[in-house]
């Protein structure tokens, strides 16, 4: 949580966050300035003293939203700076940023770099900083940093805001669900009441409108793939494709609030009219170990218990796992889940023993995501299912949004 | 143009680019593999030879999509990168990046910088490859990039994507006039047909299920500012205000397709039921300004000769500029206009004469918005008008979507 950053800032002898970009979609930004419409700003964090917020003078009411302390950058002359460093940009910038670093009060240190932006105007701006700022050391942490770890457990406004997200998206996933089942079959292909073939754009279309008409953002492209595309994890579907009876269709969906905010992830595999014997039984595969894998989760448990046991109920089923081979295409290639918040995917991750990081509980406060799935491009299917979980500080797990998990979409032929 | 790119590469002495992050809303990366949708990529751009892209396997399909050559992540033992760096993971990826430009055949020269993505672990990333290959020099260029450059001027697919924006944009702006138009008026405060006050938050709503309807997104808040907060130009609107009479209101919208690709940029400013004096001055000014800057356009000119324009123009009318103080608040307060294309802002830039660069200009193909405005916050009002014109290479200038300039939606009064 918020309130554990500074521990972590010490525990990681860090002393300052340099935070660059715009607020929507730009996480590490948006979790201290969340609300404010800022097309660009800086934020310094120190571990000791209040955050400081840079930005444009156009966009300062917007930036009063955030409920920090604000500086204009106007209020640097950076023509003198250019002037200054003839004419040299970048070096003007990490003058500024030197700047801007000692009205933070960060004058010496490790300061770490975060931001969703563009990494080649900044990649010359920090290389100038630390040459003539050389009393600070600029780092940039991998995948455990200090505000991933901080944002790994959630306090009860966020999960609030993730469950409301949940309760749109299950909403919206039943919209979509009534509306195939009222959809007819005509040879094999799901038909509208015009007789037109349903294709894969028809139902995005939809899903879309209804987003939108619940105010939420859908910034990433739904998953609705079929047969053969379901059984590529990440593709996304063909929008031309017609909506076949019997085949799967892996249909995940990850929209988030308006403005950038917090996420939800979800994600069902539904049959259309009937399941082919070879698609159930990948099916119950899935479904049991989701229900074992549920059924077992424990506060403060590693992470890597559950991808293990994962690989372990999928092998007992004749089933490879990406534990014996990285590159597998064919089997349960991915990982069990990750953590959701203002990331679609953050920690905690789900990796095997071998790669597990220590940080990665489910420690109380952690919105993680369960979701096995099996994979068979070559018969032409693919099954996942994914719920939400809320690690509740009384050690019990909530999926923060019910939807049920059946296979099968009863259609009626023509 | 793309094809212009290799040149530009030679003009700067740049061997290879070297881009990373998503497809989606990464314009660096859409430009090359637009229409595939990964969700984190590498590509590298060699001055001479074919670009080479990098994925995970769960994304081959998508990546297949963008016709570049593809090699997966996959293919290079990071495990074994990992050890061999004694557990340092920026240096194990900056040893995996080494292997990626090899294999891209960049093995010397001058490699620049480009994505949108988290700069923290890139910075890490790059400065590790910097030090283990000394024989490249890694940059990151600063505005006018080779890129930005290149994309400066559209061919006439992208123009026509820009166009088709551009219908979407200002049919929505119809129906968002309509609207307003077709509500009624009580004691100075629009209302719905129920009688309850109109809010913004209402106007927006409708405005973002009138896009999702087209299949475009909305990524950024859409500015639909009122009285005060249109005198702010970068404010977006309070959610709560209702919609009173003779307040303008700018209504600034840019939209871009689905998946992150082609912008389009827009601007109205309306009063509803009628325009009390000062607003109608203040418009007048911005009217006759834009007509007159939209009458001198001339293929090749710098772009600075139209921000000075206006700037001249202004004072004449006893409105101040930002040429006169770059901390202005009131008056005339930014740039003419800018490039429109993937990026929302993009070259060419409209700056003054005195920090123009000498490749903002009126080439032919350039796309860029001219929207002059004045910004009252003391008074509350604000004024902007904005299209965005196609450079044709015939010399002619073809605003993209016509709409009417008109200031005042009558309304009735109940």
């Not at 966009?59 to 460093?85: H, P, V």
Request: charge should be negative.
């Amino acid at each position: 949580m918020k309130t554990d950053l500074q521990s972590l800032m010490a525990s990681k002898n860090i002393d300052a966050l340099f935070i660059t970009g715009p607020v929507p979609h730009n996480p590490a930004m948006y979790y201290f300035a969340g609300g404010a419409f800022l097309t660009h700003a800086e934020l310094i964090v120190p571990r000791e003293g209040e955050p400081l917020l840079f930005c444009g003078p156009m966009e300062r009411d917007e930036a009063a939203k955030s409920g920090l302390n604000i500086k204009l950058t106007t209020d640097y002359d950076f023509k003198a700076m250019r002037k200054e460093a003839g004419g040299d940009v970048p070096l003007a910038m990490a003058m500024r940023a030197k700047a801007m670093l000692e009205d933070a009060g960060v004058t010496k240190g490790r300061v770490s770099l975060y931001g969703k932006t563009n990494i080649g105007p900044l990649y010359a701006m920090f290389s100038n900083l630390q040459k003539i700022m050389p009393e600070i050391e600029i780092i940039g942490e991998m995948n455990s940093t200090v505000l991933l770890q901080a944002m790994a457990t959630k306090d009860e406004d966020e999960v609030e805001r993730i469950r409301e997200m949940g309760r749109i998206t299950t909403k919206v996933v039943g919209m979509t669900r009534n509306y195939l089942a009222s959809c007819r079959a005509k040879d094999g292909v799901l038909v509208t009441n015009q007789g037109a073939p349903v294709t894969i754009r028809d139902v995005k279309m939809k899903i879309n409108l209804w987003l939108a008409l619940e105010g939420v953002e859908n910034p990433h492209e739904t998953i609705f793939a079929l047969g053969r595309d379901a059984g590529v994890p990440h593709s996304v579907g063909n929008p031309d494709d017609a909506l076949k009876l019997g085949q799967t269709i892996v249909f995940d969906i990850f929209p988030c609030e308006k403005g950038g905010g917090y996420h939800y992830d979800f994600t069902r595999t539904w049959c259309l009219g009937y399941a082919p014997d070879a698609v159930q039984a990948m099916y119950d595969d899935v479904y049991d170990t989701y229900q074992k894998v549920m059924g077992s989760l424990e506060l403060n448990a590693p992470t890597s218990r559950y991808q293990e046991m994962t690989c372990d109920l999928f092998a007992e089923r004749d089933h490879q796992s990406i534990r014996d081979d990285p590159k597998l295409t064919e089997g349960y290639v991915h990982s069990l889940g990750h953590g959701l918040g203002l990331n679609l995917h953050e920690a905690p991750w789900f990796r095997g023993k071998a790669t597990a990081s220590e940080t990665d509980l489910l420690a109380p406060g952690a919105v993680v995501t369960i979701e096995p799935g099996l994979y068979y491009p070559s018969k032409g299917m693919g099954c996942r299912l994914e719920d939400t979980v809320y690690v509740r500080p009384d050690g019990t797990f909530e999926i923060l949004a019910d939807f049920p998990l059946d296979l099968v979409i009863p259609v009626q032929e023509i």
